[in-house]
């Protein structure tokens, strides 16, 4: 394995950013993972891999002063139920329970059109067996709709929809658009399988994979990325920036798909053809930024029973109207920043005693959406007005905690790009939006994972099928097919790429 960067994972690594602190430099919580099956097939608890639940997994302040009270979203059911009846209203919580009903199935079958790449007869088999109350065409308009269509249809309270929509909106799309309804379904399969907190943080899953890759005898460079992949006597030679030549009959590209066709470019890949894809892959305007926080406390919700520790395993949905999520989408499709920002608390120390000294605790601020190139002033210009901003939106929610912050690390959608080599600082490397989803991600020739013209290429990540956020299913795709080809006579291995 080859990695340009001098720590391996990319959005998927923790580094010491404070003293005795093990900060993630991207994802936090891991969710698609856990339903891929992927950690028990590589038994990765024998290479040192542990998940703590998020149980709660979410938690929905109510608005200061309105005198209400949170939503907490526990793994169990009933209890979820019990406080969206205390929350919002009894008919909501049964309305949520309904909900789960639906969604929790459906979702199921979406994680496993997520394990292959998407062509017709994998998703018909995925999606077989679904029920479909003798309607499939309501059925697939119901896949089709948009999120915030799906909280309308099923609830009447305004703070559970823009809880659920916040938690939809993680996957990069606002809730507003077409096709995202199973981001905000997915919340359903939370019952079954909360989100994880690895242990020691979240590049404890590239440690434990990486420790797996070795025990199989692979190897890792840091340090020197690859700057070409050149066709060589049927099998491919990748150059990297230090000069080393490696050949290899099969390349997994795992990076942004728009470095790999930089690389097939340096190596004299068809031009036009590389132009081509490159002119339809949308990466749009930049999702979102983060801020990491050294305390002396754990945040203080003082519209929730539940002590800070319990609350710290959740995600902190700071949402509790969809407006404001919309308001901050439309500003930064114009380039702008958002009214309010739109946050997301994670404050995951309180769970896992290894992220921080004793004494101390370590918060991670999500938040979106926030543009890559702000029509005002420059990154660097805005970076920590910008953090206080975000830092105010906690402040509102969990009154005090400012006052018990000693350090911070700011990530904007710039320095994202600049250390992940997330292009246009989109976490999810392209847009998430239905035409760049399942046999359109990138762009339909790319979407068998296989570069047309470039047999032995395949390619992985959030580039691929099914998109962005921790979950391995393409690289398992990616690793299948490539064994599957290897295993066919090189005559036919020519011919088969996606078709175009
Ligand atoms: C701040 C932040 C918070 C997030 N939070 C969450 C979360 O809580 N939960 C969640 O599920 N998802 C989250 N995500 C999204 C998720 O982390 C990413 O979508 C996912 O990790 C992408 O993984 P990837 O392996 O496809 O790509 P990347 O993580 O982008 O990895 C690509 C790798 O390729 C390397 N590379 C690039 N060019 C070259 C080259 N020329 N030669 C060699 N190597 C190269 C890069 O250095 C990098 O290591 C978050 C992302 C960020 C940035």
């Known amino acids: 394995m080859i990695e340009r960067d001098t720590v391996i994972g990319g959005a998927v690594s923790t580094v010491e950013r404070f003293p005795g602190h093990r900060v993630d430099r991207g994802s936090s919580a891991h969710l698609m993972i856990r339903h891929s099956g992927i950690i028990e097939e590589l038994d990765l608890a024998s290479h040192g ?19 209400g009270r949170g939503i907490v979203f526990w793994r169990d ?92 909106a993680q996957s990069g799309p606002p809730m507003s658009e077409p096709g995202t309804a199973p981001m905000v379904g997915f919340a359903a399969l939370m019952h079954v399988l909360p989100p994880g907190r690895a242990v020691g943080g979240s590049g404890a899953l590239t440690a434990a994979l990486a420790r797996r890759l070795e025990a199989d005898g692979g190897s890792i460079t840091c340090g020197d990325a690859a700057v070409s992949l050149a066709q060589h006597n049927g099998g491919w030679t990748v ?164 006052g018990s912050i000693l350090d911070r690390h700011v990530q904007t959608p710039k320095g994202l790009a600049d250390e992940l080599g997330l292009i246009g600082g989109n976490v999810m490397h392209v847009e998430m939006g239905l035409d760049q989803m399942m046999m359109w991600r990138p762009v339909p020739a790319l979407a068998g994972q296989k570069v047309p013209g470039a047999p032995g290429v395949y390619l992985t990540g959030a580039s691929t099928h099914p998109g962005g956020g921790v979950s391995g299913f393409s690289g398992r795709s990616a690793a299948r097919l490539a064994i599957h080809d290897a295993r066919l006579p090189r005559r036919l291995r020519r011919g088969l790429t996606w078709p175009r």
């Open 49 to 67: 891999l542990r998940y703590i639940d998020c149980d709660p997994w979410g938690f929905a302040p109510a608005e200061p002063g309105s005198g």
């Open 77 to 168: 059911l009933d209890r979820t139920c019990e406080s969206i009846a205390r929350a919002c209203s009894p008919r909501d919580a049964r309305a949520y329970r309904e909900f789960v009903k639906v969604w929790a199935p459906r979702s199921s079958h979406v994680m496993r059109a997520f394990s292959a790449p998407p062509s017709g007869p994998h998703l018909l088999r995925s999606f077989w067996g679904l029920d479909s109350g003798g309607d499939p065409a309501q059925l697939s308009r119901e896949f089709l709709s948009p999120g915030d269509a799906v909280l309308d249809e099923f609830f009447t309270n305004e703070r559970l929809k823009a809880a659920l929509a916040w938690f939809g």
């Open 239 to 402: 150059t990297t920036e230090s000069g080393t030549q490696l050949r290899t009959p099969v390349v997994i590209a795992g990076c942004h798909v728009l470095t790999t066709l930089d690389l097939l470019a340096e190596g004299k890949f068809d031009g036009a053809r590389l132009a081509d894809w490159r002119k339809r892959i949308r990466v749009g305007p930049g999702i979102g930024m983060a801020v990491r926080v050294r305390a002396r406390t754990l945040p203080i919700y003082p519209t929730v029973d539940e002590d800070a520790a319990v609350i710290g395993a959740s995600l902190q949905l700071l949402a509790t109207d969809r407006a404001h999520l919309r308001a901050a989408h439309g500003a930064a499709l114009a380039g702008e920043l958002p009214p309010r920002p739109v946050s997301l608390a994670m404050s995951f120390s309180a769970i896992d005693p290894s992220l921080a000294p004793p004494g101390e605790h370590q918060l991670t601020l999500w938040s979106q959406w926030h543009p890559f190139s702000p029509r005002e002033k420059d990154w660097d210009t805005l970076a920590d007005r910008e953090a206080d901003r975000i830092q105010a939106e906690l402040e509102r929610f969990a009154p005090g905690f400012s």
